[in-house]
DNA sequence: AAGTGGTCTAGACCACTAG
DNA sequence: TAGTGGTCTAGACCACTTT
């Protein structure tokens, strides 16, 4: 029925910051103070303290008591899509296309850091038959075997691997980048027209397990993010 | 001297699903029955499986019991640099011209959803005395009349704003676009190419803080993001 | 040296929901 | 309706860090 008072406490907590009662640099009181105002216990506080802490709205530290950060670093979520259900949810039509499954051989060395053998996938992914995303893919086999048996016909790499393989890290970039000959050709624009990359690496433990270059055709193309927590300085 | 317990437990419950102990879908033991095989209390273990959902690995109902997540998205967190930090931090000159400065009329409306008037400010950040970023920025004086008293002649209002007003959420949108004329002479770079382009809404509450678009060169731009949390699916 | 946050226990009640 | 997670209390000990 109610909320429970952690929240509601972090609720308070957050309003004074926000509105500037609690300005940049404050000094927060002590947790044995605020539960006697909100009267509850020091855990319930802390509880919501803890909160206030992961979203890097206050620092604490032993001793010197708790404030609000000073500069807050700005800080997004980024949620990268999967392709087909990214394009399938704005009801357009996905097409899947398997333009080249080579093994890495001296001509075509694997990623550097690779333990074994790399697969590598060239794939395009249409929305209503036009490109919309180019996937050019290194999977590790020493990590995931069982991509080797697989043709990546019908089902794109990204989805596959998505639904089967762990990992641990994992390291992403986005560039803006013009489009080379052959990208240009396949993404279906012209040469050196811009294009959206998100380069993204991903490592079990020490061991890497996929790498992907994804290219998108610049013009209707956007990578959205939300905020991480609420309040803050602004920018 | 020891990690605490709770952290201990989750990053022991962590190996057992990055692992694959623990498969997307598999159901975790009961809190009670952890409790008893960690030798600690329930609120230990619900500490450790708290942090486990925040990092959006596992998901849990009354009743239901707790599951691994079945499939997890792509999330990645991204940090927006302070430009003049950024610049700095690689050892880097860094160069701050204002270009225009100038209130909103009839001629240049604000933003659709500013409550007051806007300040208009147009800016040229360089590095080692080249163009870095083209910042095109709108302030709500609704929101921070301050900002009609300064010029900013000397200090962007990027700095300005980061270090003195409060929001209370942000949403942000990348892009890749072609340069148009202006921003290609402004930025030093040829018409059309790639530029990397984001853009910033800030609000607090429901008042509208400023909006920004920040135009960087494509060439040698990049923006990194890292894990929101490990362990969970590839991609 | 003292004050602060960090953690843990033991026990309890409640809300939700699957069966 | 019974089992599970969500929350809270009261009390305690410890680690860290500033004074």
Chains 1, 2 share one sequence.
């Not at 890495?104 to 060395?109: A, F, I, K, L």
């Not at 986005?174 to 993204?200: I, K, N, Q």
């Amino acid at each position: 029925m109610s909320p429970p008072k952690h929240r509601v406490i972090h609720a308070e907590l957050l309003d004074r910051i926000t509105s500037g009662a609690w300005p940049p640099g404050a000094a927060i009181p002590h947790e044995e103070e605020l539960a006697r105002e909100f009267a509850v216990t020091r855990p319930t506080i802390a509880r919501a303290m803890a909160d206030l802490v992961n979203e890097g709205l206050i620092e604490r530290r032993r001793r010197a008591g708790s404030r609000v950060v000073e500069r807050r670093p700005v800080e997004a979520v980024l949620r990268i899509p999967r392709v087909r259900a990214e394009i399938e949810a704005s009801g357009r039509a996905y097409g899947y296309r398997l333009l080249r499954r080579a093994l890495s051989d001296h001509s075509s060395p694997p990623p550097e850091d690779f333990r074994g053998a790399g697969l590598r996938l060239l794939c395009l992914h249409a929305a209503d038959g036009r490109p919309f995303q180019l996937e050019d893919r290194w999977i590790d086999l020493a990590s995931v075997p069982e991509a080797a048996g697989r043709d990546f016909a019908a089902e794109g790499p990204n989805e596959w691997l998505l639904d089967r393989v762990r990992f641990s890290r994992a390291a992403q970039e986005l560039t803006a980048e013009a489009a080379s000959a052959e990208e240009a050709e396949l993404l279906g624009v012209a040469p050196g027209s811009p294009v959206f990359v998100v380069t993204r690496a991903t490592w079990n433990g020490p061991a890497p397990v996929t790498r992907v270059r994804l290219v998108h055709p610049g013009a209707g193309f956007r990578l959205v993010a939300h905020d991480r927590a609420a309040g803050g300085a602004a920018g």
